[in-house]
């Protein structure tokens, strides 16, 4: 795709009149806005994390972290837990996604095909379930008769599917995948699970890459589930770890002498909420590094055309 | 996959067709069979805890085993005096996240398509994904630290440059709510929601590129007739399933961004609902207020649903 | 009834089983198949769920817990939750299946909505449990507060009866007032004079005439804010006055409609427009109203405010400009009864610190177990952490008198010490009154007393039977519980909005005045002040 759209973008500066140069200039002003806007808050989240929280408060922390100090990350990471949240999250986001790809990349192309009439009656019936629900109790049951209580399993099989992604996987299949190709791979004596594995997938990149993401952040950020579900502290993910260690360190944010008569105050309140920002840089880094993976498969693009030809 | 090149007599073909439709059809069936199971257990298992907005919750007697009560949980919420407030300033707070932040991410991804140079646009791309991943905790309390009064960064920036008159309080003043809540879930979320426009964008075709370059299109027009039909369907798909959150507001956000000040508009459904639950642990009234909003969200997806599928073939289902 | 027994027995094993199938963790794996029987050593064993606080340490690392569970010669297996109970709780208690013990984990409306899962110990103290009884009889009204409205008994109370009065301390800048030359106010004129010294000098004295802030607060329904100057008007708040409720002369009132409240609302609104408040005092979130009167290193930023005790409202390095502040006159020749709110209730009484289950095996057990924590130098470890060299909580001296240690971990305070390293004041407890003398507490309660013994006159003065309002002690029926609800949510809706909007506009207050009033109470007041006075009346009647 780089190549193809250098070479086109290049074609177009030829023949560029000043309609074109002013495509340039807004995308250009836009994306520096756009970038600018971003960036500085998650600079401000950075500093803050290592700044006194007092005068972030304060807003006396603008441009450069004051007071610089690690009370933070060090509450985070001299709590062991954290290692054995990061493994049961990945081990999680990990079983969980594949499960999740391959529950929903097969039924999103099977709804798909115009042929396959019980869709009819099966996609309301999915699409129900987007906006019903039993509410968290049934639920809760339910997930006790099955034995899942308190398993791993339950943070995997839980949310196997997400009805909105099936739509979006399935509508990419309906819409950028010719039907021609299709046809032609009928008359070739293709079944529909050799077409699917060796035509519609690998076709599919950019979108199976977005859903994954999609299903992928979906997990990493799981805090409902575990809260409800899991009770040893050994299979707590990430999430779980982290709000824990938050609160124990903003223990006295809500209000020192109320409650029971605490009797204690937010002593510690120059670093409470360093934790607060520290917290999400923690939790965060692992997913922004596995997006630059995903990434180069929405620049690459469908080579379709190429398919046809 | 290679094309196809023997030509299959027509005979054979015919012969097979019905045998070859039902085998298809078999095949189909054992791939969505999955879900179906999936969904039969996970969703509709619990389907019937629904029953809880017209029962009295009665432990004694099981979960759904009190007694029948009929409309009253959701009577209980027609008459009461914050009915209207609560679905008015709901409503008002989804449309207007709707109506701007649902074009923002298309804007973002057609921006972001047309950079040339492919680390600014790798750059640009994983700076806006980022503050997704901040929680409503931090989100609100950087807008604490930025839009206040008295200290806060953005808040001086708009006042050096009169953007907004000098005694205003962004956190507080009634007038600011909407728009600080609904510019904030812009900036938090139009990276990510862009990344599924920016996917679909990478699947057109490039030879409609140089249809277009030869017919003299210029960069705009590009946009127009090239790249905007491209990602058509899915940007009918996902406004039509933004239709079905006409009346969801997201509670942490909205909770933590209440003040004394702003309450008169930044009471809603889910905050209520909590205001009166969280004291009395009701669960009838809670459910019934929920479902009440549900079958709201609900209606306007499908009638998004059929428009679309008048208008443009397009449609969930 | 029978067979719901057997049913809950078989789910009650079925979740054993379960947790047992899922469980990798070391505390589980010596779990044998015979939990809820004997132990080889002949213990009882039991399951226990606390809802600790976020410092607390694992329960298993205190000794004296370990030594307690010895003593009533039972096996414990703890499930701790630190956060996040309120969401885990309806799902569990709802699917029937509890541990035998919970501790902290229940409130008055779990009981009436999930009636029949928890067990009536009213006769189980009876039997088994002397130390509750000691309790009872040396203090009859925590039994007034552990019976429920149908007369049963489904969690044991607890008692500290060493917490301060009051919840909250008014204090003013005394280094201020000293660089300005300025007295101590004793009225709200002299204050409001104060103020606008503070406002037009420089009391911090670093040069910046711009940089201090007055008066700051928190919203009105919080805990320190200026609503504890209704007591100058001779309006007697108590025991955190939430929602606005109080009584005086037995009748119960919600300050929200009380012409005092008008007469206060139109000083601070005449305050804030001379811009004397804070601009972000409505708005600003606690980080935020804590952090400002922290200052800058050894400059102060706020000269009068409120707070539970000088270093943590103004941290260590300015505590010491401030003072308390005795409540203030009205006018120099106002003659009104002056209050301070009397919180002691609300700071040494809670309720429901253990229940059982009701198809617990293992009741008497469980009795005996909870009775232990009742004893009051146990009850003292429960609070202030083990007396033993695991624990260092707290010193016995040997001859009947006990200290409170100083954190043996350096970089804790004295606060977060207690805490990390016991149940601290979530626990099941009974500090008898004749140990009050005995005791020696902590460097950081000792502060809170001597700082709020300005107000002890007030507060010894005010009436229990007329002037405070106990709501701890007060029931509902499921009925009044929800209708109570309900109409809350209405009021706050309107008194919410109406006290920030009277503070931070211009406009007319004695003109909205008539008009405010009459729609709070068509919004339930009226009905919400009958049902409270018709509990708080069947209060008044268990008083001797």
Redesign the interface.
């Known amino acids: 795709?780089?190549r193809?759209?250098?070479s086109?973008?290049q074609?177009?500066n030829v023949?560029?009149?000043i309609?074109?140069r002013l495509?340039?200039l807004v995308?250009a002003v836009?994306?520096i806005a756009?970038?600018v806007?971003?960036?500085y808050?998650?600079y401000?989240?950075i500093i803050a994390s290592v700044s006194n929280?007092?005068?972030?408060?304060?807003?006396?922390v603008?441009l450069w972290p004051k007071a610089v100090n690690f009370y933070g990350y060090e509450q985070i990471f001299k709590d062991t837990r954290i290692w054995q949240g990061y493994m049961n999250t990945i081990i999680y986001t990990v079983l969980g996604t594949l499960l999740n790809l391959?529950?929903?990349l097969?039924?999103a192309?099977?709804?798909s095909?115009r042929?396959?009439k019980?869709?009819?009656f099966?996609?309301?019936?999915?699409?129900?379930?987007?906006?019903?629900?039993?509410?968290?109790?049934?639920?809760?049951?339910?997930i006790?008769d099955?034995?899942l209580?308190?398993?791993p399993w339950v943070m995997i099989v839980?949310g196997?599917?997400s009805?909105?992604n099936?739509?979006?996987t399935r509508?990419?299949f309906?819409?950028?995948i010719p039907e021609e190709l299709h046809e032609?791979?009928?008359?070739?004596?293709?079944?529909?699970?050799r077409?699917?594995v060796?035509?519609v997938v690998p076709l599919s990149k950019?979108?199976i890459?977005?859903i994954t993401?999609y299903y992928m952040?979906g997990h990493w950020?799981d805090f409902f589930n575990a809260?409800?579900y899991i009770?040893?502290?050994?299979?707590q993910p990430l999430q779980i770890v982290l709000?824990?260690i938050l609160?124990?360190n903003q223990?006295?944010?809500?209000?020192?002498?109320?409650g029971?008569?605490?009797?204690?105050?937010?002593?510690?309140?120059?670093f409470?909420?360093q934790i607060?920002?520290a917290?999400?840089i923690v939790?965060?880094v692992p997913?922004?590094i596995i997006?630059?993976f995903i990434?180069k498969?929405?620049?690459?693009?469908?080579m379709?055309?190429a398919?046809k030809g | 996959?290679?094309?196809?090149q023997?030509t299959?007599p027509p005979q054979t073909?015919r012969g097979n067709g019905w045998l070859?439709?039902q085998?298809?059809?078999v095949?189909?069936?054992?791939?969505?069979l999955?879900?179906?199971i999936?969904?039969a257990?996970?969703?509709?298992?619990?389907?019937?805890?629904?029953q809880?907005a017209f029962r009295e919750f009665d432990f004694s007697k099981g979960?759904t085993g009190g007694d029948w009560a009929g409309f009253k949980y959701f009577e209980q919420y027609f008459t009461s005096p914050m009915f209207w407030p609560t679905l008015r300033n709901t409503f008002i707070i989804a449309f207007f996240s709707i109506l701007l932040g649902f074009p923002m991410p298309i804007?973002?991804a057609l921006?972001?398509n047309?950079?040339?140079s492919?680390r600014?646009?790798?750059?640009?791309?994983?700076?806006?994904?980022?503050?997704?991943?901040?929680?409503t905790?931090?989100l609100v309390?950087?807008l604490q630290?930025?839009l206040?009064p008295?200290?806060?960064?953005i808040d001086g920036f708009l006042k050096a440059l009169h953007l907004i008159p000098a005694d205003t309080n962004l956190i507080g003043d009634p007038g600011a709510f909407v728009p600080v809540y609904v510019i904030s879930a812009i900036?938090q979320a139009?990276?990510w929601n862009s990344?599924?426009f920016?996917?679909?964008?990478?699947?057109?075709?490039?030879?409609q590129?140089?249809a277009a370059?030869i017919d003299?299109a210029?960069?705009?027009q590009t946009v127009w007739h090239v790249e905007l039909p491209a990602i058509l369907?899915?940007i009918i798909?996902?406004l039509i399933?933004n239709m079905?959150s006409i009346l969801s507001v997201g509670f942490e956000k909205t909770f933590l961004m209440q003040n004394s000040l702003n309450k008169p508009v930044s009471e809603v459904i889910s905050t209520y609902v909590f205001n009166v639950g969280v004291k009395s642990n009701q669960?009838s009234f809670g459910?019934a207020v929920?479902l009440f909003n549900?079958l709201i969200?609900?209606t306007f997806?499908m009638l998004a649903n059929a428009l679309a599928k008048k208008t443009s073939k397009?449609s969930?289902? | 009834m029978r067979k719901k027994s057997v049913l809950a027995l078989l789910l009650a094993g079925c979740?054993a089983g379960?947790?047992l199938?899922?469980?990798?963790?070391k505390e589980?794996s010596s779990d044998g198949p015979d939990s809820g029987n004997s132990s080889p050593e002949g213990k009882t064993k039991l399951k226990a769920i606390i809802v600790k606080?976020?410092?607390t340490k694992d329960v298993g690392e205190m000794k004296w817990l370990t030594d307690l569970e010895e003593k009533a010669n039972v096996d414990i297996e703890w499930?701790q939750i630190?956060?996040?109970w309120d969401?885990?709780k309806?799902?569990?208690f709802?699917?029937g299946?509890i541990p035998d013990l919970l501790f902290n984990a229940t409130s008055n409306s779990d009981f009436v909505q999930f009636n029949g899962l928890f067990e009536d110990l009213g006769p189980l103290i009876d039997q088994g449990a002397p130390n509750i009884q000691k309790m009872f009889s040396e203090h009859p009204e925590l039994k007034t507060l552990a019976t429920q409205i149908d007369g049963k008994l489904y969690g044991t109370p607890r008692y500290?009866g060493i917490?301060?009065g009051s919840?909250?301390s008014m204090f003013i800048n005394k280094t201020w007032l000293n660089n300005l030359g300025l007295q101590v106010p004793t009225t709200w004129d002299e204050l409001e004079a104060v103020l606008i010294a503070f406002r037009d000098g420089d009391p911090n004295q670093n040069g910046d005439k711009t940089d201090e802030i007055p008066m700051d607060f928190n919203p009105i329904g919080?805990?320190?804010t200026p609503k504890l100057l209704l007591g100058s008007l001779g309006l007697p708040l108590s025991n955190?006055a939430s929602d606005g409720y109080f009584t005086e002369g037995a009748q119960v009132k919600n300050f929200y409609v009380d012409e005092r409240f008008k007469t206060l609302m139109q000083f601070l609104q005449k305050l804030y427009s001379q811009n004397l408040i804070n601009k972000e005092a409505v708005t600003q979130d606690?980080?935020?109203f804590?952090?400002?009167a922290?200052g800058?290193g050894a400059t102060a930023k706020v000269g009068f405010t409120w707070?539970?005790?000088t270093?943590?409202?103004f941290?260590?390095e300015l505590k010491d400009q401030y003072i308390t502040l005795p409540q203030l006159k009205h006018h120099a020749d106002s003659t009104d009864e002056l209050y301070w709110s009397d919180?002691y209730y609300?700071?040494?009484y809670?309720s429901n610190a253990v229940s059982v289950s009701a198809s617990s095996k293992n009741k008497e057990a469980a009795i005996r177990f909870i009775d232990a924590f009742y004893e009051p130098v146990v009850s003292l470890q429960v609070l202030f952490g083990g007396m033993n060299d695991t624990d260092k909580g707290m010193k016995d001296n040997g001859d009947g008198t006990y200290e409170v240690l100083p954190p043996a971990d350096a970089s804790l305070?004295?606060?977060?010490w207690?805490?990390t390293n016991s149940f601290a004041?979530?626990g099941p407890m009974y500090i008898a009154d004749a140990l009050k003398d005995k005791l020696t507490l902590g460097s950081?309660?000792q502060n809170?007393l001597k700082e709020k013994a300005v107000y002890d006159e007030l507060l010894n003065k005010a009436d229990q039977k007329t002037n405070v309002y106990p709501q701890n002690f007060m029931k509902y029926s499921t009925e009044d519980t929800n209708t109570l609800a309900m109409n809350q949510a209405n009021i706050n809706n309107i008194t919410d909005q109406k006290w920030a909007n009277w503070l931070t506009t211009k406009v007319d207050i004695e003109k909205e005045w008539a008009a405010y009033v009459a729609s709070v109470n068509s919004s339930g007041l009226e009905q919400n002040l009958q049902i409270r006075q018709k509990a708080y009346e069947e209060y008044l009647s268990t008083l001797k």
């Open positions: 795709m780089s193809r759209q250098a086109h973008s074609s177009l023949s560029g009149g309609a074109d495509y340039t995308v836009i994306s756009a970038f806007m971003v960036a808050p998650l401000f989240i929280s007092t005068m972030v408060n304060q807003g006396q603008i391959l529950v929903t097969p039924a192309y099977a709804l095909q042929k396959f019980a869709r009819r099966i996609m309301p019936l999915f699409v129900i379930t987007m906006y019903f629900g039993g509410g968290m109790i049934p639920t809760y049951l339910l006790r099955l034995n209580l308190n398993t839980n196997a599917i009805v909105y099936l739509i979006i509508t990419f309906e819409t950028s032609a791979a009928t008359l070739d004596g293709c079944s529909h699970f077409y699917f060796s035509v950019a979108v890459s977005v993401l952040v950020n809260l409800l009770n040893t502290d050994s299979l709000r824990n609160l124990s223990a006295f944010a809500g209000g020192a002498g109320s029971a008569g605490a009797g204690a105050g937010s002593y510690a309140q120059q409470a909420d607060k920002y917290v999400i939790s965060t997913v922004l997006y630059p990434q498969y929405f620049e690459k693009g469908v379709i055309g398919v | 996959m290679k094309p196809a023997t299959v073909l070859r439709k085998a298809g059809h095949q189909l069936w054992l791939m969505v999955p879900a179906v999936y969904i257990i996970f969703c509709y298992g619990p389907m019937y805890g629904i809880l979960l804007l973002l921006v972001v047309s950079i040339r492919n600014r646009k790798r750059i640009l791309q994983t700076t806006v994904y980022m503050p997704y991943f901040i929680s905790v931090v309390a950087l630290i930025m206040s008295t200290t806060g960064l900036w139009c990276g990344i599924i920016i996917a679909a964008l990478s699947s057109v075709d490039s030879q590129y140089d370059r003299g210029n960069r705009w369907p899915t798909i996902l399933m079905g669960f459910s929920g549900t969200n609900f997806l397009i969930l289902m | 979740l379960l947790s199938a899922g469980c990798s963790s589980n606080h976020s410092l499930q630190s956060a996040d969401q885990k309806s799902a569990l709802a699917s299946e500290k917490w301060p919840t909250a919080w805990d320190f955190g606690y980080s935020k804590q952090s400002v922290r800058s707070g539970w005790e270093g943590d409202r941290g260590n919180d609300y700071q040494n809670g305070d004295p606060g977060s207690k805490w004041d979530n950081d309660m809170v």
